[in-house]
C-alpha cells in the first residue's frame, strides 16, 4: 500500500481509502449486517488501509459507531475523518432525498460532539462539511468555528465534500482558498473527468489533497452494471438513466485496448488513472465485501499508468460529449 501526504497536513493517508457509508446504508444493492461491517473494517486495517472516512449521517451515526468499536484501542494507528451538516433527526434517509442543513457553530459543535462519542475518541484527524453550497463556501463564520477546532485540536484538518451528485466545481475552488482547509472530496472517474481535472489542477497549486469517490462510475467500471441491470429505487445509483449507462458501456469499449496493453482490467485501470493523477490523496471505491477490500487492495500494487497512456486517456476523453453538472445556482 502507498501513502500519500494529506495536503498541509503531516497526515499520512493510505492511497486506498474506506469509504464507509456503505455499512451503514443499504443503498448500494447489499444490506451489511453489523458483525460483517466489523470484518470488513478489520480487513481493511490488515491490508494497509489506515484511512477510514464516513459521515454522520451514514445511518445516523451507525457507520461512526461501527469504527469506534472496533478502533477503539487503535487510535493512534488510523486516520479517522467524518462529516456534518445535515440535521438528520426525526427523517427518514431515502436514497436522493435531500435533508436540511445547518453550519452554524452551535450545530457543529453538537454534531462534533456528538461524532466524538461514537466514534470513541477526543479528537478527529479530518472533520468536514458534507456537501456544502456556495453560499456555505463563502460564510466565513463557518470556518472560523473550524479554525478555531483547528487551533485547540480537536481536529487536525478540515475538508469540503462536494455533491451529492457531479459537478460544484466553484464551490471546489473557492474552498480551497481557506487557510486550513487540506481536502476536497469530489466524484470523479475516468469516465467523468469533469470538475475533477479542474479540481485536481488548483489542488496541486494550493496544497490541497483530492479524495475521489465514485471511482467505479457506480458500478459500470466494475461490470457490475450494465444494460440490463435494474435497480430499485432506493439504491444510490438509480440516478443512473438507462441513456447514461449506454453511452458508458461504449466508452468503456473505447478505453478496452489501453488496459490490455498494461495488463489490466477496466477497473484496474480506472483504478490507476486516478493514482496517477498528480492532486490525488486516496481513493474511496464503495466495497461491500471482504474480498472486494482484497481485490481493490491487490490494484494498488501494480504500477502506475505511462505518461503516453495517460496522454491518450485525455485525448479520448476530450472527443466524448460534455454532460450536465450540478451546482448551487448562485455558481452559474
Not at 21 to 43: P, Q, T
Not at 112 to 129: A, C, I, P, V, W
Not at 172 to 183: F, I, P, Q, V
Not at 314 to 330: I, S
Request: glycine content about 6%.
Amino acid at each position: 500500500m502507498n501513502y500519500n501526504k494529506l495536503g498541509k497536513t503531516d497526515i499520512k493517508v493510505s492511497e486506498l481509502g474506506f469509504g464507509a457509508w456503505a455499512i451503514a446504508l443499504d443503498w448500494w444493492g447489499k444490506k451489511i449486517e453489523e458483525d460483517e461491517a466489523k470484518r470488513m473494517l478489520k480487513k481493511a486495517y490488515d491490508v494497509g488501509i489506515n484511512f477510514f472516512e464516513t459521515g454522520d449521517m451514514y445511518g445516523k451515526g451507525k457507520s461512526e459507531r461501527l469504527i469506534g468499536e472496533v478502533f477503539k484501542d487503535m487510535r493512534d494507528e488510523i486516520v479517522i475523518s467524518t462529516k456534518y451538516g445535515y440535521d438528520f433527526e426525526g427523517v427518514d434517509q431515502i436514497g436522493h432525498t435531500e435533508l436540511p442543513q445547518k453550519f452554524d457553530e452551535d450545530f457543529t459543535r453538537k454534531a462534533l460532539k456528538n461524532s466524538l462519542e461514537r466514534l470513541q475518541t477526543d479528537h478527529l484527524d479530518m472533520y468536514g462539511l458534507h456537501n456544502p453550497k456556495l453560499n456555505h463556501i463563502r460564510d466565513d463564520s463557518i470556518f472560523n468555528v473550524l479554525d478555531s477546532l483547528v487551533a485547540d485540536e480537536t481536529i487536525k484538518t478540515y475538508q469540503v465534500a462536494l455533491g451529492p451528485a457531479i459537478g460544484w466545481t466553484q464551490e471546489g475552488l473557492e474552498a480551497m482558498d481557506r487557510t486550513n482547509l487540506s481536502a476536497v472530496q469530489t466524484v470523479y472517474n475516468i469516465l467523468e473527468q469533469t470538475p475533477g481535472n479542474e479540481l485536481l489542477k488548483k489542488a496541486e497549486e494550493k496544497n490541497v489533497g483530492i479524495l475521489v469517490r465514485v471511482p467505479e462510475a457506480s458500478g459500470i467500471l466494475t461490470g457490475k452494471v450494465n444494460a440490463d441491470t435494474k435497480m430499485d429505487e432506493k439504491d444510490h445509483r438509480s440516478i443512473r438513466k438507462g441513456e447514461w449507462i449506454k453511452a458508458s458501456l461504449e466508452k468503456v469499449e473505447q478505453i478496452r485496448s489501453i488496459a490490455e496493453r498494461n495488463g489490466l482490467s477496466i477497473i484496474e485501470l480506472a483504478m490507476k488513472f486516478i493514482m496517477t493523477k498528480k492532486g490525488f490523496a486516496s481513493v474511496f471505491p464503495t466495497m461491500i465485501s471482504e474480498e472486494e477490500i482484497i481485490n481493490y487492495a491487490e490494484m494498488t500494487k501494480k504500477e502506475y499508468i505511462s505518461t503516453s497512456d495517460m496522454k491518450e486517456i485525455d485525448e479520448l476523453y476530450n472527443t466524448w460529449p460534455t454532460y450536465e453538472l450540478k451546482a448551487t445556482p448562485e455558481a452559474n
